[in-house]
């Protein structure tokens, strides 16, 4: 999921530099949606490990 997160920033960036702004701020918002729910999972996953020794 990260990994889909990094490609749509990187998508954002080149619109940006080419000047499609309504694409890079949408880009940038899927990003951003995908970066937060990378980062809660990896906290859920981390918590649940934790516990389960």
Known sequence: M???????LI???IAGLLGFTGIAGAS???AKILFFVFIALFAA?????????
């Open 28 to 30: 940038i918002g899927i």
């Open 2 to 8: 990260l990994h889909y997160a990094v490609v749509f």
């Open 45 to 53: 996953s981390f918590i649940v490990n934790r516990r389960g020794r």
């Open 11 to 13: 998508l954002a960036l």
